[in-house]
């Protein structure tokens, strides 16, 4: 079936840098979401792509839907201790809103 | 606005028991899915409802089957329980092709 692959698988960071993470598939999608997890909490929808080239930002998040349909990247600016927690981005094959289908996620840590 | 609500939070069986858990949606949305996240994972696919009925099924066997009342709401069930079926519960809603929006989940333990 189709997997994802996301990167990298954890990182370590100081408040105030930069990040980047990205996530690539064998497959097209329609859709990709980015979502942020907390401990003991379901993902938290961050930011939603629909059109391939679309570049969306969400206050300091700025996510983007690769041309080929394959792959997608998301940047948080400027971090923060709240920042913390597991970035999943999921593809969605249809237009109809139908199964997403997860990467394995990225634990992001951040240093005040 | 009362976003997707799951109910119980936590949940203990032993093997070969049955489980009914259960999901209310975001106000406004019609579409439910469900996913079972294993430690450490990404949450997997397990199905989807629209309409009453299921649209869509991923890779989990038959022991996994639910409902979606007219209102909206719904239900999965998991019939003789196993220990690999420990994981967190996750229940999804959507309006039509928007995105998803997840409760905080079920966290089941099967002894």
């Known amino acids: ?112 | 606005d009362a976003g997707v609500t799951q109910s119980p939070t936590h949940l203990i069986k032993t093997r070969g028991q049955q489980v009914t858990l259960r999901c209310s949606p975001k106000s406004g949305h019609d579409t439910v899915s469900w996913y079972q996240q294993a430690l450490g994972q990404g949450p997997q696919f397990i199905f989807q409802y629209y309409e009453e009925e299921e649209r869509q099924r991923g890779n989990f066997p038959d022991r996994f089957s639910g409902h979606q009342f007219p209102n909206y709401s719904s239900e999965l069930n998991v019939n003789a329980l196993l220990l690999g079926d420990s994981a967190l519960y996750l229940c999804a809603s959507s309006l039509q092709y928007m995105g998803q929006y997840f409760g905080a989940g079920t966290r089941l333990s099967v002894l």
């Not at chain 1, 940047?75 to 139908?98: H, K, L, M, T």
């Open chain 1, 1 to 112: 079936g189709q997997q994802l692959n996301q990167s990298p698988q954890s990182m370590f960071i100081q408040e105030g840098e930069d990040v980047s993470m990205n996530c690539t598939s064998s497959s097209i999608f329609n859709t990709w979401l980015w979502y942020k997890q907390d401990p003991g909490e379901g993902p938290v929808l961050l930011i939603a792509l629909y059109k391939a080239g679309e570049l969306t930002s969400n206050g300091r998040l700025t996510a983007q839907f690769g041309i080929t349909r394959k792959d997608s990247f998301l940047n948080i600016s400027a971090s923060i201790p709240s920042d913390v927690g597991i970035y999943f981005c999921a593809g969605q094959e249809d237009n109809q809103g139908g199964k997403l289908i997860f990467g394995q996620g990225t634990e992001l840590s951040v240093k005040p």
